[in-house]
């Protein structure tokens, strides 16, 4: 087999005395552990500067080196080449003299990626060569900087338009917001908004009046990111156009309102959950994100261990039962759930579910929405549902003893009952339950399986960091192996592809309860939480935090981000190693 480019680069640099063999050596042998780039491993460990790599690099391929940070790019050039397609190939147009593009590349080895933009532009290209962090700079500062100047250009589109706004000191009637929500700039404003937050895979989209201004800031992968938001005085007129949108009382300014609305994106269709809250600045608006092609309803593709997997589905199979799914708000119950109603979906049973709301509609699958203020509860439906023969029950949530009550007694009379519950941890479920007034020999003969979950952001493969933690954290944490031997880990760094956050995605991380004699036995006796989770794992139950660790050894996280969603664990510092 030939030289790859690679090669021939390190070779060069050994070749020319600015790279020492044995560096060249460790690095191959953090690749073989890693998979990462040998020059980039280079680079990090300090063994070369980037100014050598890339003089290495031109000298053997010819293609003359730039510094993008020193340079403008003019938006329309910008334009030319999809943002997408920037960050698959990691190439920026920089210049354009005639029919030649002068595009700034990071791998001249990409044959492919010069055919692909040469088909897309239809232009001659000419190419430079550019460090591959400075290029992620670039292209988060150049196409974030369009994006912007498309939000400054619409609103003064509106305040061109000379419509009727409400001004920050000003009133306005219902007719007044009623002609500026559909007023066009408005629209486009909000529709800019709300597109920007499905295209950047956003959960929630927060509208908020401050005391001067008013700020939009999108929920990705769990954690807020505020963007730029145009003059206070279009906020009124952009509630009203998101009322107008979800059919609820624009003329409403005290009270609450909550509504539903859905719109195009990209060629999809993606529903949207309003929620209006009232404050002393102005109203608050709470958008929720249900885009049915983002949500993993598959128990095959949530990211979980073998092991996990293969135990919830073992449960699921079984004729009947509970099983709960438990965490905080936010932490993937609902999807876990829809996603073993899925696996066991067929056409000879029959499959209903009690919801608050229904978030996802599921073929084949009979939805029931709770409607409290028409006496439409959780538990009233369940007396309901249990006449219309049902096989398998998803009880959106347990909140009161009437609704598990009920729950336990379909699990006991020949149903597969699965529901969700606000705790911590899958030994504080059973305590829970207690608490609510369950007996405990009840609790034993239902429930099968509690699984506790959180959802912990993925690293961005584009840009995360491997590295050797220090020792002292090493061994704090089960990061030592058999042979005495640090085991390497990743960190995050951030790119355009991550927003800079140095995350992208999130996965599911577990705790699998099965109720087995051995708990059963202490659940009898009126165990606590801290006995139940110690034979829990006396029983094969890996915890949250040690599921969390495992995701940290192959690469999928962070520590810092395993360390942030759960809760310290006294077995950590035997485990792993």
Do not use: W
């Not at 690749?31 to 020059?39: D, I, K, L, M, P």
């Not at 730029?228 to 005085?233: F, I, N």
């Not at 491997?466 to 790119?495: H, M, N, Q, S």
């Amino acid at each position: 087999m030939g030289m790859t480019l690679e090669d021939k680069i390190c070779d060069h640099m050994v070749k020319g005395g600015k790279l020492s063999a044995l560096d060249l050596k460790e690095a191959r042998e953090i690749f073989f552990e890693s998979g990462e780039n040998v020059t980039d491993i280079l680079i990090k460990l300090h063994k070369i500067s980037r100014e050598t790599f890339l003089s290495s690099v031109s000298m053997l391929t010819g293609i003359t080196p730039l510094d993008l940070s020193r340079i403008n790019i003019d938006r329309d050039l910008v334009s030319i080449l999809p943002k997408r397609v920037a960050l698959m190939y990691m190439v920026l147009p920089v210049a354009r003299l005639g029919d030649v593009l002068t595009v700034a590349i990071t791998d001249p080895t990409n044959i492919f990626a010069m055919d692909d933009l040469k088909a897309i532009t239809k232009l001659n290209l000419r190419a430079v060569l550019s460090d591959k962090d400075v290029m992620r700079e670039a292209i988060t500062r150049f196409y974030e900087r369009s994006a912007d100047e498309e939000i400054e250009k619409i609103v003064d589109d509106i305040g061109a338009s000379e419509m009727q706004m409400l001004g920050e000191e000003e009133e306005a009637t219902s007719g007044d917001l009623l002609s500026a929500a559909e007023d066009t700039p408005i629209i486009k404003l909000a529709n800019l908004i709300l597109g920007r937050g499905v295209k950047q895979g956003a959960s929630d989209i927060l509208i908020e009046p401050m005391e001067r201004t008013f700020r939009v800031r999108y929920r990705i992968d769990g954690i807020l990111h505020e963007i730029e938001t145009p003059p206070k005085k279009y906020h009124a007129s952009l509630i009203s156009r998101l009322k107008v949108m979800s059919m609820l009382n624009i003329a409403e300014r005290r009270l609450p309102q909550d509504g539903r609305f859905q719109i195009k994106v990209e060629g999809r269709k993606v529903d949207f959950r309003l929620s209006i809250l009232p404050s002393i600045t102005g109203e608050k608006a709470c958008l929720r994100i249900l885009d049915k092609d983002q949500v993993m309803v598959d128990i095959n593709r949530l990211g979980l261990q073998d092991r996990d997997r293969e135990s919830i589905i073992e449960e699921s199979e079984k004729p009947h039962g509970m099983i709960l799914a438990c965490g905080p708000t936010g932490s993937g119950k609902t999807t876990t759930l829809y996603s073993i109603l899925k696996y066991v979906d067929s056409p000879g049973r029959n499959l209903v579910t009690v919801e608050d709301p229904v978030e996802y509609e599921l073929s084949g699958i009979n939805q029931v929405n709770v409607k409290s203020e028409i006496g439409l509860t959780f538990s009233s439906c369940l007396r309901s549902i249990l006449r219309q023969d049902p096989d398998i029950i998803l009880i959106g949530e347990i909140r009161d003893f009437e609704t598990v009550d009920i729950a336990i007694k379909s699990a006991l009379t020949g149903h597969l009952v699965l529901s969700t519950l606000h705790t911590n941890s899958a030994s504080g479920s059973i305590v829970r339950l207690v608490n609510m007034g369950v007996e405990p020999f009840l609790i034993a003969s239902s429930v099968i399986m509690i699984i506790a979950q959180r959802l912990v952001r993925k690293l961005c493969r584009e840009c995360r960091e491997y590295f050797v933690p220090e020792e002292k954290t090493a061994r704090k944490f089960g990061l030592i192996g058999p042979d005495g031997k640090i085991k390497g880990i990743y960190r995050p760094k951030g790119c355009p592809v991550c927003m800079n956050s140095g995350y992208k995605g999130r996965a599911v991380i577990v705790e699998c309860l099965r109720m087995t004699p051995a708990i059963k036995e202490i659940l009898f006796r009126g165990a606590d939480e801290p006995e139940l989770e110690k034979k829990a794992r006396e029983e094969g139950m890996i915890t949250l935090r040690m599921n969390g660790m495992e995701n940290v050894i192959l690469g999928v996280t962070s520590l810092e981000e395993i360390l942030r969603v759960t809760m310290d664990d006294r077995s950590m510092d035997n485990s792993n190693g």
